[in-house]
């Protein structure tokens, strides 16, 4: 295993964690930057298949950064071994074909780089890794993935499942990586991207992990004209280290990995690197979300594990504008209902919507504040229109009627109010893949344009936002650029 | 006569231009003129849609305790 070849990856959230899984899997050694120290303590109790008791750990409360757009933009982060895997629900529908696709017609600057056969591999290494529960049919728009444990939605909710067929949608079991059906765990999550791709990897010098660095930036060489080195800051010493590597991995979330590369300015790259065009930070877009409860006149089998249902389909939408639902069981007593095929008049639901990325919702180095290390703080600039909410007010609406269609008279007990940006938590496109330079900042292999040793793998490479959760698809994508860079680097 | 009383209610708060939030309301729907207020409450804007537009509950804080609540569901 050659050290010329080492890549620093930073970050261990599932982006980083999958691209460094990928590249020792390999032959390439990777030294990875984490700015947290561990794994977040928490607890999980599964049983016959059911989460029945989970205690997430708290988020980090970001700083560092300034809000400009709606002034209730969430910015929690998470500085812990495993990144966000160590809260997250665990979702992991894959994209479907059109996603990739839909938004060529609205214009060329949202054509994705890739198309869902080129992911198609990838998907299915992410998948083998995550434990994976999920009914394994093809259902419309959400094609089947990998799954290690089946389950189907329940035989009474077929009317549903037909009612939805009728509208081009699917109905199914929310693919979920939560692991084997029994777990007792001293964290939050069955799959923590720390636990589940780094912590089995062979030791240095294949597999170096630097925990407490919180990568401030990365060095230019202009002789050379590539990126040479990260340099971060040690969290107990605040001594500043530099890392030489032959590539750079950024898979800091999709808010701080723009901020690297804005921190990363030098005379060759002066608004920052892989920022020529102006287009870093730009076309910021997230998942609009609301929570609400449903009651229904007839008993329903209590939905544990939640099901799914999938958007309307991409010829019938607005373009770049739709809706998912998980429909789920409350609670403890929810969720043993549904193992015994317990009846309940009474389910819970969450929506995600979409928003059409824009650029001007940005991110970018704020003018006159700071963050703890002296650079400038991120400027977040994001709010959701009308057009973004209305979308999600009708997904209300239309979920009333299809379950009417199916028999079953729905009303909408409660609202919970999320409908801000970062509520989510699903921040993408602020280092937008293009093929051409002109509308994004990494290529379909997410290298920058301008600087093909330096890669940006987590969200904030997506070209649009579908309305499926993104971090299977954030994996695949990391599996897939981390392939390429292995090739390439084998080649040299 | 429980059904007179809660049209009687529902008509009336209609009239005056108070939005509804007690759960009678979605038993009874009382007639409007006009499209339903816009409310703000938390900072949502709970979108009209037309006059036959149907009663939607007011949106709740999301507390942390709700918050759990609903994650849970996934």
């Known amino acids: 295993m050659s050290d010329d070849r080492r890549v620093v990856v930073i970050g261990s959230g599932p982006a980083g964690a999958m691209a460094a899984y990928e590249l020792v899997r390999k032959g390439i050694p990777v030294t990875m930057l984490e700015t947290g120290a561990d794994i977040q303590r928490g607890a999980l109790v599964r049983m016959v298949g059911r989460n029945l008791y989970r205690h997430l750990p708290p988020l980090t409360k970001a700083t560092g950064f300034v809000v400009t757009g709606d002034p209730q933009t969430y910015l929690d982060y998470n500085y812990a071994l495993g990144g966000f895997s160590n809260q997250w629900t665990a979702a992991v529908p894959r994209f479907c074909a059109e996603d990739f696709t839909a938004g060529e017609q609205v214009h060329e600057k949202y054509r994705w780089p890739v198309s869902y056969s080129d992911l198609a591999p990838f998907y299915e290494i992410a998948e083998r890794t995550m434990e994976i529960t999920a009914d394994p049919s093809d259902v419309p728009n959400l094609p089947a993935g990998y799954c290690d444990y089946q389950h189907q939605v329940p035989e009474d909710w077929q009317s549903v499942r037909r009612a939805a067929l009728k509208y081009g949608q699917g109905f199914t079991t929310m693919p979920l990586a939560d692991g084997p059906p029994f777990l007792l765990l001293r964290r939050g999550t ?244 293009h093929a051409s330079p002109k509308f994004g900042v990494t290529d379909g292999f997410n290298r920058l344009h301008e600087i093909a040793n330096v890669l940006v793998v987590d969200a904030s490479c997506f070209t649009t936002g579908a309305e499926k959760n993104p971090t299977l698809t954030v994996m695949a994508l990391a599996a897939r650029s981390a392939d390429r860079l292995a090739r390439d680097l084998r080649a040299m | 006569m429980e059904l007179r009383r809660r049209e009687v209610l529902a008509t009336a708060a209609a009239a005056l231009g108070v939005t509804v939030v007690s759960s009678i309301a979605s038993e009874v729907q009382a007639p409007r003129a006009t499209a339903p207020r816009v409310l703000t409450t938390f900072g949502l804007r709970e979108h009209s849609i037309g006059p036959s537009t149907p009663w939607r509950p007011r949106p709740k804080k999301a507390t942390p305790a709700r918050r759990r609540r609903f994650e849970g569901i996934a």
């Open chain 1, 190 to 433: 069955s799959f923590n991207s720390y636990s589940k791709l780094l912590a089995g990897l062979p030791a240095e010098p294949a597999f170096k992990l630097i925990t407490r660095a919180h990568a401030l930036r990365l060095e230019w060489d202009g002789h050379k004209k590539k990126a040479v080195a990260a340099i971060y800051c040690d969290r107990q010493t605040m001594a500043q280290n530099r890392v030489s590597a032959s590539a750079f991995v950024v898979a800091c979330g999709p808010l701080n990995s723009p901020k690297l590369l804005f921190n990363s300015a030098c005379n060759d790259h002066p608004n920052g690197m892989g920022n020529g065009a102006g287009l870093l930070g730009r076309y910021l877009h997230d998942h609009p979300r609301e929570w609400w409860a449903v009651d229904v006149d007839t008993p329903l089998t209590s939905l544990s594990p939640p099901a799914y249902l999938t958007r309307l389909p991409h010829a019938s939408s607005d373009p770049l504008l739709a809706s998912s639902w998980t429909l789920g069981a409350f609670g403890t007593v929810g969720k043993i209902k549904s193992r015994f095929g317990l009846k309940t008049t009474y389910f819970g639901v969450q929506v995600f919507g979409t928003m059409v990325p824009e650029e001007k919702y940005y991110v970018g180095p704020a003018r006159d504040e700071k963050d703890e290390f002296g650079f400038p703080a991120l400027q977040v600039h994001i709010s959701f229109d009308e057009s973004v909410l209305n979308n999600v007010v009708k997904a209300r609406e239309h979920l009333m009627q299809l379950m009417q269609d199916a028999g079953y008279k729905g009303t909408i007990r409660e609202i919970v109010h999320t409908l801000f940006p970062g509520t989510a938590k699903h921040y993408g496109g602020a280092a937008r893949m």
